[in-house]
C-alpha cells in the first residue's frame, strides 16, 4: 500500500484530525487527515483509492477495538471526526460520479428519544465505511423514516434508543413501517436493544456495535 | 463539613431513594415528553414520588431535575426556565422531606467537550444555572450523577462547589468491558475517577445505574483501593431492563438488592439507594436489610 495511504489511515485511527490539532497528544505538530489527504490527491491518488484504502481500513481498526472495548466513544468521536476531514475533500469526487458508493442508509434516534452521540457515531462509521448515510436527527416520527425511504428507494433502514422506555416506540415504528413497506430492511440499536428484541418486534436485524452494523450493511450488498 | 457527610462521619449508614424516571413514566409521563416540566404542571405527582420515598424510609430524597440543564430543555423549548424548573424541583422534594435531605440531582449535558461541541465555560455556566435553582429551592446537596465523562463531571462539582453552600456528591455510570473491568463509555474507570472528582470537590463519590447491585461490590472495591476515606454513594439500577409485551422491566426483586447490602457495607459503602427500575418498596428493603445488620 502506499505510504501516504497508510499515514492518512493511522491519523484516522488515531482521531488526528490537522496538525494543529492537540488530540492526540503524541502526534502533535505532525500532519494530520486534512493534511495528508490533499497531498494525496495531489499527487493523483484516486479518490476511490483513498477512500478504500486509507478512510475504510482506518474506521475499521477503530471499530474493531471499539467493539473489543480496547478504546471508548471519546476515542471513535475523534476518528470520526478525522474521518469527516478527509471526507470534505474527496466530496466533489462522488457528487462528480468518479467515486460509486455502496448505497443509501438512513438513520435516525426514534420519536420520543433526544439521544444523538451513539447514533451519530455510528452514522460516521457507516460513512467512514463507503456509504452515503441521510441522518435524520433524534426524536423521529415513523412519517419521517417511510418518506426517506420512499425517496431512497432500496436504502437501508437504522433506528437508535438509548432509553428502555422508548423501545417501545422503537416497535411501533419498525410496525408503521412494515405496514407501508413490508420489504424495508430495518436494523436497531443501543444500548436496550438486544436479538430477542430485534426478532419480537420483526426487525431485519441487531448491531451490537458500530463495526457490527458496516458488517451487516456490506453482507446485504454483497 | 456538611450534614450529610457529618452522619457519615459518625459511622451512620445512609439509605438513599429510588427510581425518579421510571416512577414518573408509571404516573403519566410520555416518552418525549420533559420530565422537569411536571415540576410546573404535575406537582402533586412529583411530590409523591419523594414522598413515596420517605414513606419507605429513604433518609435522602433526589429531585426531579436530572435533565435540567439549558442544553437539554432546550430540546423541548425550555431552555429559558432552567432556575425556574430546578428551583420548583427542589422545593417540591422539600415539601415532602421534612428533616430528611434533599440531593439536587444534576445529569449530563449530552455535549462532549473532546470534539468542540462544546467548550468548558458554557458547560460551566450550564451547571452554575441549574446548582443556583436547586439551592433556591432548598437543596442540601448537589448530586451530579450518571456522569461517564471525567472533565464533565469535574466541571459540575466545581460549579456547585463554587456557587452554592450544598454538599456535593458525585456518581459515575459503569458498565463491564469484555475484558471484565468496570469503565464508563467514555473509557473512564472507578479507580481513575476517584482523585480527580475530590480535587474538584465532592464531598462524596460513587456510581449510578449500571447493571445492576452486584457490579456496585467490584466498583467499590475499585475506589477503596484508591481512597479509603472518601465517603460512598451507590444508586444501582434493578438490573438490565428486560423487554415484554410492549414494556420493559427491571429484573432485580427489593429482596435480591437487598440481599447485597452486607456485601456492600463491608467492602465500604456508605450510602445505598437505586436508579432505574428500583421502587419505595427496594427502598424499604434496603432500610430493613440496614436494621437487621444494627447500622442505624
Known amino acids: 500500500m502506499k505510504e501516504i495511504l497508510q499515514k492518512i489511515s493511522e491519523c484516522i485511527e488515531m482521531g488526528k484530525i490537522n496538525r494543529e490539532a492537540p488530540f492526540p497528544v503524541e502526534m502533535k505538530g505532525q500532519d494530520g487527515v486534512d493534511e495528508l489527504t490533499q497531498q494525496a490527491l495531489m499527487e493523483g491518488i484516486s479518490t476511490q483509492e483513498i477512500l478504500s484504502q486509507a478512510l475504510m481500513p482506518g474506521m475499521e481498526n477503530v471499530g474493531i477495538k471499539f467493539r473489543e472495548n480496547k478504546v471508548f466513544v471519546p476515542q471513535v468521536l475523534m476518528s470520526a471526526k478525522a474521518m469527516s476531514k478527509a471526507l470534505v475533500h474527496l466530496k466533489p469526487y462522488f457528487l462528480s460520479g468518479q467515486v460509486t458508493q455502496k448505497g443509501t442508509f438512513i438513520i435516525g434516534t426514534v420519536e420520543g428519544d433526544f439521544h444523538d452521540i451513539g447514533k451519530s457515531l455510528v452514522s460516521m462509521m457507516v460513512e467512514g465505511n463507503g456509504w452515503e448515510v441521510i441522518d435524520l436527527g433524534t426524536n423521529v416520527k415513523a412519517e419521517t423514516f417511510i418518506e426517506a425511504l420512499k425517496k431512497h428507494q432500496n436504502a437501508i433502514l437504522g433506528l437508535s434508543a438509548l432509553l428502555t422506555t422508548t423501545m417501545m416506540s422503537m416497535e411501533r415504528i419498525t410496525k408503521a413501517i412494515r405496514a407501508e413497506i413490508p420489504d424495508a430492511i430495518i436494523v436497531v440499536g443501543g444500548a436496550p436493544v438486544n436479538q430477542d428484541f430485534c426478532d419480537r418486534i420483526g426487525a431485519n436485524a441487531y448491531a451490537a456495535d458500530p463495526q457490527g452494523l458496516v458488517e451487516y450493511l456490506n453482507s446485504v450488498v454483497r | ?296
Not at chain 2, 31 to 47: I, M, Y
Open chain 2, 1 to 296: 463539613m456538611g450534614k450529610i457527610v457529618e452522619q457519615i462521619k459518625q459511622g451512620k449508614i445512609l439509605v438513599s431513594d429510588g427510581a425518579w424516571g421510571t416512577f414518573l413514566q408509571q404516573k403519566g409521563l410520555k416518552p418525549g415528553e420533559c420530565p422537569e416540566e411536571w415540576n410546573l404542571s404535575h406537582p402533586c405527582d412529583v411530590t409523591d414520588i419523594a414522598a413515596s420515598y420517605i414513606s419507605a424510609g429513604a433518609d435522602m430524597v433526589k429531585t426531579n431535575s436530572f435533565g435540567g440543564n439549558r442544553f437539554r430543555l432546550e430540546k423541548y423549548g425550555l431552555g429559558h426556565k432552567v432556575f425556574q424548573l430546578n428551583k420548583r424541583a427542589a422545593e417540591l422534594s422539600r415539601k415532602a422531606a421534612g428533616d430528611k435531605f434533599v440531593l439536587g440531582s444534576v445529569g449530563p449535558t449530552g455535549k462532549i467537550l473532546i470534539t468542540g461541541d462544546v467548550s468548558e465555560e458554557e458547560l460551566y455556566e450550564a451547571f452554575k444555572e441549574q446548582v443556583l435553582g436547586l439551592e433556591a429551592g432548598g437543596a442540601d446537596a448537589i448530586l451530579i450523577e450518571t456522569m461517564t465523562d471525567l472533565d464533565e463531571a469535574q466541571i459540575a462539582i466545581r460549579a456547585a462547589r463554587e456557587n452554592t453552600r450544598c454538599e456535593v456528591f458525585c456518581t459515575m455510570t459503569f458498565g463491564k468491558t469484555a475484558t471484565g473491568e468496570f469503565r464508563s463509555i467514555m473509557g473512564v474507570s472507578p479507580e481513575e475517577m476517584v482523585n480527580p472528582l475530590i480535587e474538584a470537590g465532592a464531598d462524596m463519590i460513587g456510581a449510578n445505574c449500571g447493571n445492576g447491585m452486584f457490579s456496585m461490590i467490584g466498583i467499590v472495591e475499585e475506589i477503596r483501593k484508591a481512597n479509603p476515606d472518601i465517603p460512598v454513594l451507590l444508586n444501582p439500577s434493578a438490573g438490565i431492563p428486560v423487554y415484554r409485551d410492549g414494556e420493559t422491566f427491571f429484573p432485580e426483586t427489593p429482596e435480591e438488592m437487598a440481599r447485597l447490602v452486607p456485601e456492600l457495607l463491608r467492602v465500604g459503602a456508605n450510602v445505598i439507594g437505586g436508579c432505574c427500575g428500583t421502587t419505595p418498596e427496594h427502598i424499604w428493603m434496603l432500610g430493613e436489610e440496614r436494621l437487621k445488620n444494627n447500622l442505624v
